[in-house]
């Protein structure tokens, strides 16, 4: 927003003589202050008011019109919005009123008090509340001597009049800020009774244009401003001769809607482009990171020093025992046991073993062949070949952990070989069921990858949503546990159950015996994945062979991990700060014919022409006189385009070849101010007045009555 003058002080007031009227027009959108029979007002500023705090002293100022961004920055506020004493054109906040009339009077230079005749311009059939408190809030703080009232289309009427542009009988279509008029004209004095009024005028214009750009850029915002939407759509608007046909120009003409569109560029700043490294930066950068690699390098051979350190500590300490347990009886040998905490000279063996691995490792050193590496099945369990007789109770039970230990590892090997020997056999057959009919072949390997990849896809189904049910499904709409449950789940449940079952019956006689020890094996999970396991490593072998076989063959998990990436935030540009304006241009001041396209259920000011000629109770002749004579004035009538479309709508509802003349007012804006200024001017002014006097004695119903005279 541009900045914005505050109006200096005028200097002349005294000069004017207490009988010299002061002309007020107090339009919902722009205050306008000035003495009878001039030319021009003196002062004119925005409608309205904002009330702030100071940011360093806290203090509550009363700001009246336009604003200098440059000095809001002082207040705060964030608590203190604008606001505006009317609403539809009828003044209802007298509070903020007073504020304004106080700024108006004091830049006109009255100080105390008034002291001059008051004229002041209102809306079509103001209320009576309304006058009475304007009235009193002029008398009783300003000291006015008398008060009148007129309104303002009127007085731009006679204006134009005087100038030639309308005739005695006519129409008035005032377009304002928050609300359009049509007054139809008899014998120079307007017919209130057949008025008309729709609460639709340039305010939802500009707050259309808002929210529709608002809406296109929300990441803009912040710098789509009220004040900013009013200076667009006085630079940009227009009135479209035809709605429709202007949509379908947007639509399907591509060329000529590019010239329509308006462009506004926010500031924008293009990011820094970022230059190579110099040489030197990229010296320094590799300095630093040898740097902190040597600092890592350090720390891991300290820590290795260490870690080498305790190992041979650890293992001198066990080759000491060893030592004396070689030179020592039974006796003391059982309690060289005791003391370092070993049960066997086997198990200290095996940590001398371990202990020397680790200390290779430690070193670098090669530890040779992994078979003369590793520990033997007797150092691994060396209480196994040991009598049970020459055993403690201790030692029994850790004996019988290691028969079962040994035998498991035994099992799981011949099983392995026994599988290795299984798939050697299997590749045999494979590769000669391929030679014989490769067709064949590659359809059974994609039936069987068919299967197996269902069968993970229905496992991963049950771990996420329960699985597939048999068709009891419970109160929640889910499914049971133990319909999830395989058998090995289900046997290692039974088991569990049973053991929690028979705790507390009697005597402890668990472990007792070697096949209490198979119990673990069977409740172990690691059992519930080998037949997962099992088909894992069969959809790989499978999958491996059809990528072999097949070159266009595309696993599935491949097929997932091939999706595109999503797109990649790219860097703002200038056009990224352009907003466009193309059929918000003649969207917004559509509302004014079809109000409800802002969801306000009213006639449009075409219609109300015809709604207004409705109410005058004329035969047609006279309203074929007034249709000659139609003035368009307010400010919503500078839109380029109103004229035409105006007389095309109103044909409409005329009769076919009816008369019609259509002219905008002189100056639309200070046409009403201008004509109110030569009524107080005028020797008739005083007896169209009110005094203090005249409203003491007869209260609100003055104001029923209250209807000035029109001449100039």
């Not at 809306?123 to 009193?136: D, G, H, T, Y």
């Not at 000011?605 to 249709?627: A, F, G, N, T, Y």
């Not at 009769?655 to 003349?661: Q, S």
Request: charged residues 30%.
């Amino acid at each position: 927003m541009s900045s914005v003058t505050r109006p200096r002080r005028e200097a002349d007031f005294a000069r004017f003589p207490s009988s010299t009227p002061i002309v007020i027009d107090n339009g919902a959108s722009t205050f306008r202050i000035g003495w009878a029979g001039e030319a021009e007002p003196r002062l004119s500023f925005r409608n309205v008011v904002q009330r702030p705090r100071h940011r360093s002293t806290g203090e509550t100022v009363s700001i009246v019109g336009d604003t200098d961004p440059s000095l809001m920055k002082f207040f705060d506020c964030t608590r203190s919005a604008v606001r505006s004493p009317f609403d539809d054109d009828v003044v209802y906040q007298f509070e903020y009123m007073e504020y304004i009339l106080d700024y108006g009077f004091d830049r006109l230079g009255a100080n105390s008090e008034v002291g001059h005749p008051i004229l002041m311009t209102e809306c079509e059939c103001n209320p009576s509340f309304s006058r009475a408190r304007m009235s009193e809030l002029l008398f009783e703080t300003y000291g006015v001597p008398s008060i009148a009232f007129g309104i303002d289309n009127a007085f731009s009427y006679k204006y134009n009049q005087k100038l030639g542009n309308c005739n005695e009988d006519g129409l008035a279509i005032s377009c304002e800020h928050g609300t359009c008029h049509v007054v139809p004209f008899l014998k120079g004095q307007p017919v209130l009774g057949a008025c008309c009024r729709t609460n639709v005028g340039g305010f939802h214009i500009t707050d259309f244009l808002r929210q529709l750009l608002s809406l296109k850029y929300p990441y803009h915002m912040a710098s789509i401003t009220w004040e900013k939407a009013e200076e667009l759509k006085k630079e940009h608007c227009y009135i479209a001769l035809d709605y429709m046909a202007e949509l379908q120009i947007f639509k399907n003409n591509k060329e000529e809607a590019d010239e329509k569109m308006r462009y506004w560029q926010l500031p924008w700043v293009p990011p820094p482009k970022e230059e190579p490294p110099s040489e030197e930066e990229l010296a320094r950068k590799a300095a630093l990171k040898e740097k902190a690699s040597q600092r890592l390098r350090d720390m891991a051979a300290q820590k290795r020093s260490q870690k080498i350190a305790e190992l041979e500590k650890q293992l001198s300490y066990l080759e000491e025992v060893m030592e004396q347990l070689d030179e020592a009886e039974e006796q003391e040998a059982t309690v060289i046991l005791g003391r370092s905490g070993y049960l066997s000279q086997q198990e200290i063996k095996s940590a001398i073993l371990k202990a020397t691995q680790s200390l290779r490792k430690a070193k670098g050193e090669s530890n040779g062949n992994d078979e003369k590496t590793d520990a033997s099945a007797a150092d691994k369990y060396p209480l196994v070949s040991v009598p049970d007789e020459t055993l403690t109770p201790e030692q029994l039970k850790e004996k019988k952990k290691q028969i079962l230990l040994k035998t498991t590892t035994e099992g799981k090997l011949r099983a392995k070989q026994k599988r290795a020997e299984e798939e050697a056999l299997r590749e045999k057959q494979e590769e000669k069921r391929r030679a014989e009919n490769p067709e064949l072949y590659l359809e059974e390997l994609r039936a069987r990858y068919s299967e197996l990849s269902e069968k993970f896809e229905q496992r991963k189904r049950q771990k996420v949503n329960g699985g597939q049910t048999n068709g009891n499904h419970s109160s929640s709409g889910g499914v049971g546990r133990g319909e999830r449950l395989n058998a090995a789940q289900k046997e290692r449940m039974r088991l569990l159950a049973s053991a929690a079952f028979d705790r507390g019956k009697g005597e402890d006689t668990f472990g007792m015996r070697d096949e209490d020890w198979l119990v673990y094996n069977k409740m172990s999970k690691d059992n519930d994945d080998d037949s997962n396991d099992d088909d894992e490593s069969e959809l790989v072998r499978i999958t491996s062979k059809l990528q072999e076989i097949d070159p266009t063959f595309v696993s599935k998990s491949e097929a997932v991990q091939l999706t595109p990436e999503p797109p990649k935030v790219r860097p703002l540009t200038a056009e990224d700060y352009r907003i466009a304006i193309g059929i918000e241009r003649f969207r917004c001041p559509e509302v004014l014919f079809q109000p409800g396209m802002i969801g306000i259920d009213q006639a449009g000011i075409d219609e109300m022409v015809s709604i207004s000629l409705r109410r005058l109770m004329e035969d047609e002749s006279v309203k074929e006189r007034l249709c000659q004579s139609i003035l368009v004035t307010g400010g919503s009538s500078l839109f380029p385009g109103m004229i035409p479309r105006l007389e095309s709508g109103i044909r409409q509802y005329r009769p076919y070849l009816a008369p019609l003349k259509l002219v905008r007012a002189a100056d639309p804006i200070l046409d009403a101010w201008r004509g109110a200024a030569a009524f107080a001017a005028s020797s008739k002014f005083g007896k169209q007045t009110f005094s203090l006097a005249d409203y003491r004695e007869h209260g609100e119903n003055l104001f029923h009555r209250h209807n000035i005279v029109y001449s100039l």
